[in-house]
């Protein structure tokens, strides 16, 4: 990136940070940005809206207030922390790191970026993020938002879906934070991009340009280029898997079981499940493999859960059996115990008992 780049960026520094001042959407994070407090927030909002954060970053806070918390807490509370979050190897991870910051630094995040980004689930972007807005680093976090306000201020073609993309601005925007002389807070510049980036120059569609503090300084709105940027690699069409659900009751008592220890959802709680789409004929044989006999049975509504590389297309039956007596293969839980102690991934969320509930 070229000497002229950075001089560009630096003049909208002034700008940016007071339109932040004034137009910043208040987030629990933002009030007390501890490292611990930034950290939680941050692996949080990876892929997830901030709406859908806030509440479980307060609930998640209350019970683990402390990074000893968190590296002591059972893993099965943890994800039920996290349940309905998604992405649950962020909590595995965060769990990880809590242990080893623990261990090697007296329960304390260390300030140092290198550091930061060997503990487990911590890239390039949360270290830059941790260091900048707790530590006040001038170390850069360049996340989707970044990316593209960059590339519309540049009115860059680089494709931002590349490691060189991310890389070059990276450097470009540690040698702002290191040109502004500490005369700002770094991490006020890093969350004023990304706020920009979120409210304003916003993605999948037509980006708030009148409303833009940047507009006199913005290239790609210059030359009227704004909403063919940024470049990137079109998505990769997910693998569809089609599964058949078994709500199974008895007396109160519905079945769940324990998915393995790794790939996906690992370690979680699922409804007992097949590949494939079933008829009823063959529902009533499957039950019969499970040893169970069938009281009642009725089709449920077709669902689809997706996640980033596959996509689940669902038929349910709900099922009540007669007899759990000398079933092991399931494990048979009350609804209470299911919302109190048992992680079940919204995947499984059109069939939840807990759901039906309200
Ligand atoms: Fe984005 Fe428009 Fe502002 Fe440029 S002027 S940074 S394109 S919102």
Same mark, same amino acid.
């Given at each position: 990136?070229?000497?002229?780049?950075?001089?560009?960026?630096?003049?909208?520094?002034?700008?940016?940070?007071?339109?932040?001042?004034?137009?910043?959407?208040?987030?629990?994070?933002?009030?007390?940005?501890?490292?611990?407090?930034?950290? %939680?927030?941050?692996?949080?909002?990876?892929?997830?809206? !901030?709406?859908?954060?806030?509440?479980?970053?307060?609930?998640?806070?209350?019970?683990?207030?402390? %990074?000893?918390?968190?590296?002591?807490?059972?893993?099965?509370?943890?994800?039920?922390?996290?349940?309905?979050?998604?992405?649950?190897?962020?909590?595995?991870?965060?769990?990880?790191?809590?242990?080893?910051?623990?261990?090697?630094?007296?329960?304390?995040?260390?300030?140092?970026?290198?550091?930061?980004?060997?503990?487990?689930? =911590?890239?390039?972007?949360?270290?830059?993020?941790?260091?900048?807005?707790?530590?006040?680093?001038?170390?850069?976090?360049?996340?989707?938002?970044?990316?593209? !306000?960059?590339?519309?201020?540049?009115?860059?073609?680089?494709?931002?879906?590349?490691?060189?993309?991310?890389?070059?601005?990276?450097?470009?925007?540690?040698? !702002?934070?290191?040109?502004?002389?500490?005369?700002?807070?770094?991490?006020?510049?890093?969350?004023?991009?990304?706020?920009?980036?979120?409210?304003?120059?916003?993605?999948?569609?037509?980006?708030?340009?009148?409303?833009?503090?940047?507009?006199?300084?913005?290239?790609?709105?210059?030359?009227?280029?704004?909403?063919?940027?940024? %470049?990137?690699?079109?998505?990769?069409?997910?693998?569809?898997?089609?599964?058949? !659900?078994?709500?199974?009751?008895?007396?109160?008592? %519905?079945?769940?079981?324990?998915?393995?220890?790794?790939?996906?959802?690992?370690?979680?709680?699922?409804?007992?499940?097949?590949?494939?789409?079933?008829?009823?004929?063959?529902?009533?044989?499957?039950?019969?493999? +499970?040893?169970?006999?069938?009281?009642?049975?009725?089709?449920?509504?077709?669902?689809?859960?997706?996640?980033?590389?596959?996509?689940?297309?669902? =038929?349910?039956?709900?099922?009540?059996?007669?007899?759990?007596?000398?079933?092991?293969?399931?494990? +048979?839980?009350? =609804?209470?115990?299911?919302?109190?102690?048992?992680?079940?991934?919204?995947?499984?969320?059109?069939?939840?008992?807990?759901?039906?509930?309200?």
């Amino acid at each position: 990136m070229s000497k002229l780049s950075e001089e560009q960026l630096i003049e909208i520094v002034q700008p940016l940070l007071e339109w932040y001042q004034k137009c910043a959407r208040v987030l629990p994070w933002r009030s007390d940005p501890t490292p611990y407090h930034v950290w %939680i927030s941050e692996i949080m909002l990876q892929q997830t809206r !901030v709406e859908a954060v806030k509440e479980y970053y307060q609930r998640f806070l209350k019970e683990l207030p402390t %990074i000893q918390h968190l590296a002591e807490v059972p893993e099965q509370q943890l994800l039920k922390l996290w349940e309905g979050l998604g992405y649950y190897n962020r909590a595995k991870n965060l769990q990880k790191a809590a242990k080893q910051i623990v261990t090697e630094y007296q329960g304390k995040l260390p300030p140092d970026y290198q550091k930061l980004q060997k503990l487990p689930g =911590i890239g390039r972007y949360t270290a830059g993020a941790i260091g900048s807005i707790a530590f006040g680093l001038p170390v850069a976090a360049v996340d989707g938002n970044v990316l593209r !306000v960059l590339s519309r201020l540049l009115a860059s073609k680089d494709n931002i879906s590349k490691n060189e993309t991310k890389l070059k601005y990276e450097n470009l925007l540690s040698g !702002v934070l290191v040109e502004m002389k500490r005369a700002y807070h770094p991490g006020a510049f890093t969350q004023a991009l990304m706020e920009l980036g979120a409210m304003v120059c916003v993605p999948n569609g037509a980006p708030k340009c009148l409303l833009c503090p940047l507009q006199q300084l913005c290239q790609a709105y210059e030359k009227g280029i704004a909403e063919s940027l940024p %470049i990137k690699d079109g998505k990769k069409a997910r693998r569809v898997e089609s599964k058949t !659900v078994f709500v199974l009751t008895c007396e109160n008592r %519905i079945a769940i079981r324990k998915r393995p220890e790794t790939g996906l959802l690992s370690s979680l709680w699922e409804l007992p499940n097949v590949e494939g789409i079933l008829s009823q004929k063959q529902v009533k044989e499957q039950l019969k493999n +499970w040893d169970l006999e069938v009281v009642t049975i009725q089709k449920l509504e077709k669902a689809k859960h997706i996640f980033t590389h596959i996509e689940w297309n669902m =038929i349910g039956f709900e099922i009540t059996v007669k007899s759990i007596e000398n079933n092991h293969l399931f494990l +048979w839980s009350t =609804i209470q115990e299911l919302k109190e102690q048992y992680p079940l991934p919204t995947a499984f969320g059109a069939y939840s008992p807990i759901k039906k509930q309200g």
